[in-house]
């Protein structure tokens, strides 16, 4: 049997491999989930054989000789050097892990795929989460996979079509909240209590040991090397405090030396986190009113601020807000310079790295990883908004060169 423990953040204490807990039940605090590292074997992730989230078992939550993953082939996504945005930019060593390319089209399929296996280990009737979508969509595709129920709240009317497609088509009961994610999520944590399904947010420690195998495959790629700096848009902040967990456990087993900076991107009109570091407080103030055109973070009170912050803190990096122009004007750059399509959300950290580079806090000469969370087809209807419209034209050659720029 692996050593692992889930223990509180803040006050340390500790609960047991099948008692289905999301917080302290003695402080409140957010759980983490820790190995017994001296027994950890480094050549074992180094050498690993496979592809993907299950390649690294070593260093996840279950003991591998019994571990039935349910699994759709997740992680394994291809890190792009981007010469051309980076170039535009005006840095130098510029790369894009694009999460999009995952089998739900977005990066939650690395911890739906340890949180459902969780769940069937623990014999649970049913998953159930709230989500701006992505985490829905993932949920219904892991749950269908395992062949047990899932129960989705998304916010009503702010929830990009092709994650409630997803979410519906894979069967799940979804309901639409009147009510912002912040509610919807409220909502769904008394629901799992009472009713013992299991919660699958990010705030459950599972999920996050799936997603920081994100950090794995970017210092895998590069050679076990760590960039200077990670960029990605923060939501619930889940994945900005998984991957700095991922970076931390190379370094504690002496595969790599250092953690890249990790560098938090939201959206200006939902940024209780990059207000929190600008301002040096403790704790995030919630925005009670979150509003922005990238509706997957579009969140007021982020359940993984605690661990956001000091991800970002010890790491030595920054927290930055974009604008929604910004953040349209970098979905479209990396659209049309590299050919990454991805959904607004994740184009957040582009804009925010041209930001940052803008004011001198990014050195040109940095090694970057910019992290797109989502595929463009989350959200189609935005991609047609900010792209010209297709002109209707007779079928007929005469016709197509009068409309036609060569
Ligand atoms: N990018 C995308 C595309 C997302 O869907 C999310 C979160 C984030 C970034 C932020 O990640 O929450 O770990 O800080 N989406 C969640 C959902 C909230 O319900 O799908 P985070």
């Known amino acids: 049997m692996k050593d692992y423990t889930v223990e509180c953040i803040r006050c340390g204490a500790s609960y047991p491999k099948d008692e289905i807990v999301y917080t302290c039940s003695k ?15 480094k050549d074992r992730i180094v050498n690993a054989k496979g592809e993907g989230v299950w390649k690294y078992a070593v260093l996840l939550p279950f003991d591998e000789h019994t571990i039935k993953p349910v699994t759709i082939n997740e992680g394994n996504t291809p890190l792009y050097m981007s010469d051309r945005l980076a170039k535009l930019i005006g840095v130098t060593d510029l790369w894009v892990k694009h999460e999009g390319l995952n089998p739900s089209g977005s990066f939650k399929d690395r911890g739906m795929t340890v949180g459902v296996t969780k769940a069937m280990e623990l014999g649970v009737k049913g998953v159930a989460c709230a989500s701006t979508g992505n985490t829905s969509a993932s949920l219904a595709i892991f749950a269908a996979k395992a062949g047990i129920p899932s129960y989705v709240l998304l916010p009503k009317g702010k929830v990009a079509l092709g994650k409630v497609a997803q979410a519906m088509m894979h069967g799940a009961q979804v309901f639409s909240i009147r009510g912002n994610f912040d509610d919807a999520l409220r909502v769904v944590r008394v629901l799992c209590e009472e009713e013992k399904l299991y919660l699958l947010n990010s705030v459950n420690p599972y999920r996050l040991e799936g997603q920081k195998t994100i950090a794995f495959e970017v210092a895998e790629k590069l050679g076990w090397q760590v960039p200077d700096r990670l960029i990605l848009p923060v939501g619930n902040a889940g994945n900005i405090s998984a991957i700095y967990k991922g970076f931390l456990e190379l370094k504690t087993l002496g595969i790599t030396d250092s953690v890249p900076k990790m560098t938090g991107i939201q959206a200006e009109g939902a940024k209780p986190v990059v207000s929190a570091i600008k301002e040096g407080k403790a704790e995030i103030t919630p925005e009670p009113k979150p509003e922005t055109i990238a509706s997957a973070i579009r969140i007021g009170d982020p359940v993984n601020a605690e661990k956001a912050l000091l991800a970002i803190r010890n790491s030595g990096g920054v927290a930055e807000s974009v604008t929604d122009e910004e953040i349209t004007e970098a979905q479209l750059l990396l ?34 990883v910019c992290i797109t969370t989502g595929h463009l087809l989350k959200d189609p209807e935005r991609a047609i908004a900010i792209s010209e419209t297709p002109k209707e034209v007779d079928a007929d050659i005469d016709a197509l060169r009068k409309v036609l720029k060569l």
């Open 27 to 41: 402080c409140g605090g957010l759980l983490n989930i820790t190995y017994d590292y001296a027994k950890i074997d």
């Open 335 to 368: 659209a049309r310079q590299e050919g990454i399509g991805v959904e607004p959300a994740s184009a957040a950290s582009i804009a925010g790295l041209r930001k940052l580079v803008d004011m001198g806090v990014i050195q040109k000469d940095e090694k970057i």
